[in-house]
């Protein structure tokens, strides 16, 4: 499913950017595979939540010669701007898989030149010493190195390979690899600062999502319009949305939950986003619940019987997006749905601007480094982007910030270090459960 990349297109017109992507996604001979348009049920006619606009979907497929080439997918309001996401979110992974990163052993670097993987918010040291864990990470000398900048004054800092890139550089992988922190922006003006702030975004988007849900912190309601809530109850859903925000982070993070039942079977998704503008980020995590329903139907109606219904079992993020129409049983129990009363967040129309996104960037992107760093949150960013990537028209970056949880596929390792037990320091006064972790499988594709 999409993420950041599917944004390179959210504004969509006809342009030689366009061109140059599906140039590269062709059926022979292309660096990724065309995209394809994603039928969405009736009952997924969310129009009314998107004035009257429908939601269109389009994936690429998955490529069987490259491990980390899984079906890539965008959602937007505009046909050619989804397929144009869902080639970006392909490329943007090829990207990430293929860039040349030179790398060092760890004994070849000085403690200060470098960022150990227990600089990390990854495993907890009692995860890494259970028997049977699939990462345990011991540290020698002899494991590579690649190099990272800080986006404060853009020094060298080394950390572990496989946070840069997708997969290790050379050797085996010592510990996983996400895409969580990719993103993708055409190659125009400040196409790479609004790539390196989706990407910082995500990041945000997604510790606020892992630590709400390890830590079975309750949500914070945002009030939605009622025609939009009737809209859904029609259909026989449920439409909920919630605060996520860390306080420290100036750039809203809302999540939406609930769900529309197909052929009379229950289906309960999430979206989720962050954005600037909280506007913004409704509308966005809007569009990603649209097409996560229509994903977990797409799912449940070709893998039903292959896709896991125990937690435990969960080993992708596409587990996770149909776990919860597989167990709709489970739903009404999770955490996030018990009342931690109303937000305060205010939720304007998106704000009319100047000039396009890509001007704003710098400005939101300066404005998180300065406000993440007074809370002691330090971002580092790499770029990725490939010579073919380059000719298809996009720039593709990394940011990855040591202090941040990321967001685990597989329920074998979620990330439990770092600071993910400290619900006070990004949510103070807002109840959670004292079970940690959760037990409760995350729902997000």
Known sequence: MNRSAGDAAERHTPTLSSHLLHGAARPRCGLVRPAQP?????????????????????????????????????????????????????????????????????????????????????????????????????????????????????????????????????????????????????DGRDGAWLALLRAAQELLERDALAVTWLNGVAGRRIALPAPWQAHVAERGGQLQAFDLTQQWNPHPVIAVAGGIPFEGRPRHVLGIACRADPGEALHKALLEWQQALTFAAHLCGRQGDRLPREPAALRSFDEHAAFYTLRPELWPQLPLLRDAGDSTLQLPPPAAVAGPAAQRAIAELDLLRRRLGSAGIALYYRELTTADVAAAGLRVMRVLSPQLSGLHADERAPFLGGRCRDVAWRYPGVPHSRDFPNPFPHPLG
Not at 38 to 59: E, K, W, Y
Not at 70 to 90: I, K, P, T
Not at 92 to 97: G, P
């Open 38 to 186: 994603i039928q969405a049920s009736a009952c997924d006619a969310t129009g009314p939540l998107f004035d009257g606009r429908r939601v269109h979907n389009a994936a690429t497929p998955a490529d069987p010669a490259n491990p980390w080439q899984g079906v890539s997918g965008a959602v937007a309001l505009d046909a050619d701007a989804a397929a144009d996401g869902a080639v970006a979110e392909a490329l943007e992974r090829l990207a990430a898989a293929q860039a040349g990163l030179e790398v060092r052993a760890r004994g070849a670097l000085t403690p200060a030149q470098r960022l150990d993987e227990s600089a990390f918010a990854l495993f907890s040291a009692s995860q890494r010493a259970a028997p049977g864990f699939p990462w345990p990470m011991p540290e020698h000398d002899e494991d590579l190195f690649a190099a990272v900048h800080a986006l404060d004054d853009n020094r060298v800092t080394w950390v572990p390979q496989e946070l840069v890139g997708l997969g290790p550089r050379s050797g085996q992988a010592r510990l996983p690899s996400t895409s969580t922190g990719l993103a993708a922006w055409r």
